[in-house]
Structure formats: C-alpha cells, structure tokens
C-alpha cells in the first residue's frame, strides 16, 4: 500500500519509524535541501522538496500512486498551503482511498474545564487553531469532491523524544507554573503515529478523533513528576498571574478543557501505548531523557 506524506516532521516522521515499511514505495515534502539529503540517508522515505512555493516536480506523480495520504503541514494566514498548490492533483489522484489530517483541539477553544468530546462544537479563540478549523473544512470539501474517506485526528499538546518534562528539567527550562483550576491535554508522539495507522487501517467512514491520552493535569504536576524520575529537586512554583510569559505562552492558559478520546477506543477499537504523562515520561526516562551523558 502505497502513501504519501505532506510535512515530514515529528509525527509524521515517527508513523514512518513504526508503520512506513508497510507503504513502501513511501514519500514526503520537506522544507529544505538539508532535511531532504538527511532523510534520504536514512532510507525509510523518499523526501521531495515543497515549501509553500518550490515544489518538486516529482511530487504529482507520487500523489498519482498513493492510496493514503497524510498530511501535516498547517495552515497560514493565506489558507492551507497543500491545498493550495495541489488540489487537482489531489482531486485526480486515481488509486487515493483516505486522507488523514492532523489538526489540533485547539479548535475547541475554552470550556472552563469541563469535559468534551468530538460533538461539542467547534468555538475557537486563538487565530492559528480558527485557520485549522477552516482548514479542516477545506479538506472535507475535498474529499467530498474526491470520493475518499477523511479522518481528521485532533491532537493534544505532543511530547515524546527531545521534547518533554525531563528534557526541560536537564535543560534548566521547566516551569511549574500554577493556576488555580488548569490543566492540559497531553500525547505522546508515539501514539499519534498509532492512531494514523488506525485511520487508515480500518475500511470505517471518514470521522474526527480526538487524540489525546487519559488524563488532562496540572500542568504543574508533570513537571514535579518528572523531577521525581530523574531524582532531582522541582523548580519552585509560580503564580501564573504574576510570571513573565511570552505572549504566546500565556495564550495557551486562556483554554482550558478536559478533551475525552473515547471515540477512538470505541470505533477503532484503539488502545494507547502511553494512557497518561506518568508512563510516557517513565519511558522516556528509561531511555535516558534528562540524563546527562556518561
């Protein structure tokens, strides 16, 4: 089965890790020369330049072949740059059974807290998860248009390798900052490259996923259990109200929701290989997240 990546970044480059050998012939975009010899090094992908205006000429006739599509690359103030750029070829795309896009649940906007679910709708605050709500749209009319199935995979805030508690605790980065009342929706990137294998494994019509793990916390809490798991002490705690945050910072304060993934459990029938922050950061403590060198 043949698919084709638009965006080869973190998550997507971890569903190649653990699922591309069965897409093989597999490609991708990236955004630069460096980045496409790097991959091409590594083998598993073949990667094509596509940055919103270059766009490698070998990249129509990959689409032409693909049976799935994913896609990774967010929207700009002007739209959604694949569909921009390639929205025939995609319309045209003879063998092209489903596309997954990766959205955020950013376009739920604020819920004080509360539970919610893929019925609630959409309410977003910020402008970037608004072009991913209008994004998501766009890429519905296409598949409707096209004839495919399209699962629209809402993720949470993603941590994995390199990027998490432990690795900002090493670094001398991590916050404990409090806010009566807030927490935050958490996944490990492993899971997300799972659920991309879900959606286009099952033969279900198209649907929208929440991706998110079990447990939304304290944002707080997860820095003071990753200082556990490395033995070393918790940066004191901040008021949130009186801390020096960039202004993007302090936006993602201003949301704050419990985001269930039942759905997916339910009607793909999948399980998460990190449920909560606790088993993702033990796992990546035991493979040496945070820990200096010897």
């Known amino acids: 089965m043949t698919a084709f990546i ?3 970044g973190h998550s997507s480059l ?3 890790r653990l699922h591309g050998a069965a897409y093989a012939p597999l490609a991708g975009t ?3 020369p460096a980045k496409a010899t790097r991959l091409s090094a590594d083998g598993q992908v073949a990667p094509m330049l596509f940055d919103g205006d270059r766009r490698d000429a070998a990249i129509a006739p990959a689409l032409s072949q693909a049976r799935c599509l994913l896609v990774s690359i967010p929207p700009g103030e002007s739209g959604d740059p694949v569909l921009q750029a390639f929205t025939e070829e995609i319309a045209a795309a003879p063998r092209l059974e489903r596309v997954v896009y990766l959205s955020t649940i950013g376009v739920y906007g604020d819920h004080g807290g509360a539970w919610i679910d893929e019925t609630t709708p959409p309410r977003p605050v910020a402008e970037r998860s608004r072009l991913r709500l209008e994004a998501e749209d766009a890429w519905q009319d296409l598949a409707d248009r096209r004839g495919c199935a399209l ?3 809402r993720l949470s805030g993603i941590y994995g390798p390199g990027g998490n508690a432990l690795a900002a605790l090493s670094a001398g980065t991590a916050k404990r900052l409090v806010k009566p009342g807030q927490v935050f929706n958490r ?3 492993t899971d997300i490259a799972h659920a991309i294998e879900a959606c286009f494994a099952t033969k279900l019509p198209g649907a929208i996923y929440n991706v998110t793990d079990d447990e939304p916390a304290p944002p707080q809490d997860v820095v003071t259990f990753a200082a556990e798991l490395l033995g070393v002490a918790p940066p004191p705690e901040q008021d949130f109200a009186s801390a020096q945050l960039t ?3 302090r ?3 201003g949301e704050n929701k419990r985001v269930s993934n039942a759905r997916i ?3 793909l029938g999948f399980s998460f290989a990190f449920p909560s922050y606790r088993e993702g950061l033990r796992s990546l403590c035991d493979a040496g997240e945070g820990r200096a060198p010897v």
């Open 247 to 249: 202004p993007m910072a």
């Open 265 to 267: 459990k339910r009607e």
């Open 6 to 8: 638009f965006g080869l």
């Open 251 to 253: 936006s993602f304060y």
């Open 14 to 16: 971890e569903f190649v």
């Open 151 to 153: 699962d629209i995979l």
């Open 187 to 189: 996944i490990h990137v």
């Open 30 to 32: 990236v955004r630069s």
